[in-house]
């Protein structure tokens, strides 16, 4: 039965997405509609489907309290009939998930969220089959959260108020679990967020679908990716081959030892073997592939605010000795180099400031600030030996004042070079990362994060532009 | 001259210290003094050797507002004798500081913490030759930061009120800036500490006096350094051996790339071989080794709360899918196994809860709370085959409540087997770690962070015991 599902879905579906800007708008309803429907239930409460009143009012909150433009709710033990909207968000068990649907495209709905899940073959088939009558494009079902896109408030998750700010990054999960900690994490840290989609089953709208509309999207510099697997994986690549030159592409990939995961078993041998295809795919892909949750979104940000590094050469300027060697062995581990900086940039610095030892890292000493730290990376960024620069500046045991961190943004626009920022610790991180959290430097609380954040814009440029330099 | 230093240091002072109980007692003073003196200036204020008005202030406020014994503070510029205390914490200018510490030896004073710097090699010499003729231990010069002991509210550093909680771990920086990173880092994460020591220039008191002293320190069960060097590199190890396996010792080593750091020149060869030096002496020494500050952290803190892992085979218990996958994969990175779970465990389990996949990872599914994760925690950590178990539970997409947690060290505490605690993510990490910072539970906001910690708890296995379960 679900290869029929997927026959049928590749002959039609997909094919008509690939090649209409019709089912492209359609799928562009999913996330920026001008009215949304929220199809529910006041009385059902299912164990396994998900299907409750408290999810169904938790995500009624969300849009009342976030979404810009039109939105009402339908509970289905008052009414019985669908107001015309763009898309209708749906949270009700299989059966009535798909009556209630029906209706909803009879009255003009062109994209729906199904939320819900537990949907069997049969079911599935009867699901797409409509979709497919109406031109209408579904996300899910069992996406769980759905969708949130900031800019015009459109938050379908069952969690109140967990909103993240506007920005850059587009976020795509394959997991409930990991989504809703991905995006746990954006709103705590302030991460900000273009589009944010929980798959969920794909019976229609893929990955690769989200793929060519955030590619298109002005909203989205970044896209951020959890992945479990790939089930069209030729053709994934292939659009993801394209994508990346444009947009990058960054991929956290579970399960790569899914046959321990899924069978209790620890074999190690074929791990390595199945993670390789993945990381010879994503190569070829153009796929920047990383290890962790925190990984994610430190190389996104890093892409999302910084331009590519055209080299490998990197100097480190730092009000602290410590921390500064901590950077150059987190740099050198990374393959990248500390830059030799040439004999006019020291001579110049050591001019004004003949206290400083200028070899890099450039310990620029305890008590610089605003203006030291200023005329030191414009200096240091100037120098053509220079290809990106991580600044350090400590609170604790140093003068340097939080304030003093806007001088970092105003010098770096100046040169087309990546410029991050390690405000070392944790207090120091928090204090440092809020005054410079709305400009274009992005902030890590250790040299290891900013190092590997700047081996990733190394690599983006090779991607984008296929050479060094 | 500084040879001569070393030379008379190396047969007087060390010596002495390593044979006497008398040189002990009296490190002992510099961590937990019944009376304190601090000697500064309110007038001088040198740039490069730190002494300064501010500096002497800060040190006062600290020591007023947390100190538990008899504190006195003595201005120069106001007074000329130096009443009698255990410990002297001098912030002056070098010659001034000899003079001013020859007072308070004279005074009856059997301990120094030297916290500025600059010292010429002679001005050096005249110091430790001084406090060899008193008997006086030194720590510094150019300490910083000084000493913490949270269960006196000893800090003698310039930072105002930046004091952790009282906790298990101690920790030796020879870095100001990482020490300082360190010290931020566990107060703005509340991660207990016993003792916390600021280096400096080891004029007397080196590295191996202080771990001579945190081995026998009640209030020590971990000790954390961070470490740029080794001078006595024979002696430092054959003192670690015998340490570690009394108490674990971890290791964050920088500049592995130090002739890179020193002189800006990036020669890859010549770091994997110097670096591979510092891996064997640690592996002898018994010493684990980490990369970063946060594993510093992350592996002290289970180092200090759980026991030892005797085998390598851990199951994951998880209220969320994906992340039990991300839980999977990090532990077989770390060279862990997922352990099969016996036909016992198994059928106890399903019997309760049909629902539940008896598989490792266990998905106990995400509306589980606090008698669900109980009773399977409870079978698990029992099944013969699980020598560890990484618990993940989220709050975002999940039923699961802060309040929920507190069954976990409840179970723990009946077996001998390690157990960690993942909220993954970021607010819900800090709502449940909350209600877990005081309990035996570590907590970590990845998989991945986890994974390494319960590894460090297999590794300290066998430093301690020399052989797997």
């Given amino acids: 039965m679900t290869t029929d599902i997927n026959q049928l879905k590749t002959k039609d579906t997909n094919q008509l997405e690939d090649k209409s800007t019709f089912a492209k708008q359609r799928i562009r309803l999913i996330f920026e509609p001008q009215s949304v429907v929220l199809i529910g239930s006041s009385k059902i409460d299912e164990e396994v489907g998900m299907t409750s009143p408290e999810l169904f009012q938790n ?20 009414s019985d009939s669908v107001s015309q909207a763009d898309l209708a968000i749906i949270v009700l068990p299989p059966e009535q998930s798909v009556s209630w649907a029906e209706q909803a495209m009879m009255a003009g709905v062109q994209a729906i969220i199904q939320i819900t899940g537990g949907f069997s073959d049969k079911v599935r088939e009867q699901y797409l089959k409509l979709a497919m009558k109406y031109h209408v494009r579904l996300l899910g079902p069992n996406t769980i959260m759905g969708v949130v896109n900031p800019t015009i408030g459109l ?8 909103m993240p700010v506007t920005g850059k990054i587009s976020i795509l999960s394959q997991s ?15 991460i900000g967020i273009g589009k944010f989609t929980f798959m969920g089953d794909k019976l229609d709208i893929d990955d690769i679908n989200i ?27 292939k659009a993801a081959k394209n994508i990346s030159r444009e947009k990058p592409i960054v991929v956290l990939k579970g399960a790569i030892t899914s046959e321990s995961a899924k069978l209790a078993m620890s074999h190690t041998a074929s791990i390595a073997g199945s993670d390789n295809i993945f990381n010879a795919a994503f190569k070829e892909a153009g796929i920047i592939r990383v290890k962790d949750i925190d990984e994610l979104f430190n190389a996104s940000l890093a892409l999302a605010k910084q331009p590519p590094m055209k080299g490998k050469s990197v100097a480190v300027v730092s009000n602290v000795g410590g921390p500064a060697i901590l950077a150059a062995d987190a740099l050198v581990r990374e393959g990248l180099k500390l830059a030799h900086l040439t004999k006019k940039t020291k001579d110049i610095i050591t001019k004004r400031y003949p206290g400083v030892d200028v070899i890099n890292p450039v310990d620029i000493i305890a008590d610089a600030r605003s203006e030291r730290f200023k005329f030191i990376l414009e200096h240091v960024l100037n120098d053509p030996n220079v290809d990106g620069v991580m600044v350090i500046n400590m609170l604790k045991s140093c003068f340097f004042k939080p304030e003093d961190a806007k001088v970092i943004p105003e010098v770096a626009k100046k040169f087309g070079k990546p410029v991050v920022d390690v405000p070392v610790g944790a207090e120091d991180f928090k204090l440092v990362s809020d005054i410079l959290i709305e400009s274009p430097i992005p902030t ?13 814009l190394f690599e983006y440029n090779k991607i984008k532009f296929g050479k060094e330099k």
């Avoid at 009624?60 to 339908?74: C, D, H, P, V």
């Fill in 444 to 456: 890590y609380d250790l040299p290891d994060k900013a190092a590997k954040a700047l081996k990733v």
């Fill in 155 to 162: 938050n379908t998750t069952f969690e109140r108020n967990l």
């Fill in 59 to 78: 995500i009624a909150y969300n849009m009342k309290k976030y979404y810009k433009y039109t939105f009402s709710e339908l509970d289905i033990e008052k």
């Fill in 211 to 237: 793929l060519n509309y955030l590619v298109e999207d002005p909203d989205t510099k970044v896209i951020a990716i959890y992945m479990e697997g790939i089930k069209a994986g030729r053709r994934f690549v």
């Fill in 176 to 190: 409930g679990g990991v989504g809703a900690a991905l995006l746990d994490w954006a709103v705590f840290y302030r």
